[in-house]
């Protein structure tokens, strides 16, 4: 018997835009009024800078690290606030949680740094309804594509693999990662692929369990 259900954030409780606007386009945006370039200029140097760290690394999480690396002297948190109206749940969330809270333990496992997670919980209401909220990164100076992030979320939960299901829309740091411990998992996907646990949105989700 399931006892607990494990989310990602973005991507699958939260629309991925908001991240995306943040990182994408406020800090380039930042960045070309510092140093008086254009916008499509400066999205190419950070995307590249993003990418030369990889998304496997602390860094490419830590907003802090970043707006510092390039000098700029706007906070994180008035970035956060800027783009703030584009937090949105995605489909089907409130009305799914609120059926699953009642049969499960339900928690939040994301590589958002914290200053993430608790906006977009913050502003879409949904903290309630979790009894942990773990950033990978910020809380356990991990990466959810490591197998000891799984391990130790189920050492501090107090239960077995077996006990916990987990849904994220990373195929790899949310799917294979966690199945290769034992751990059913799920993987939110828009783009029409085809997988025995692939999921095109969290009502599916229902159903499966």
Known sequence: MKKIISFDLD???????????VW??????EYAKKYS???????????????????ANLLWYDIEYWLKKFQLTITAQTLLDRFESYIR???????????LRGKYILV???NAARLFVE?????????HHFTHIISATT??????????????LCQELNILP???????????????????????????????RLHENMIHNLKELLDRL
């Open 139 to 152: 809380d356990y100076l991990m990466v959810k594509k490591e197998e000891r992030f799984y391990k130790k």
């Open 89 to 99: 749940l995605c489909s089907h969330v409130p009305s799914v949680l609120e059926k």
């Open 11 to 21: 991507g699958t409780l939260v629309d991925g835009r908001y991240g995306n606007v």
């Open 119 to 127: 906006k977009e919980l913050a502003s879409t209401g949904i903290a």
């Open 162 to 192: 077996h006990e916990i299901v987990h849904v994220g829309d990373h195929p790899d740091f949310d799917y294979e990662t966690p199945m290769s411990l034992g751990i059913e998992s799920y993987c939110v996907s828009s783009d029409g």
């Open 24 to 29: 994408n386009h406020g800090i380039p945006e």
């Open 37 to 55: 370039i254009s916008f499509d200029d400066a999205k190419e140097l950070i995307i590249n800078k993003y990418r030369a760290v990889g998304d």
């Open 108 to 110: 939040v496992a994301s």
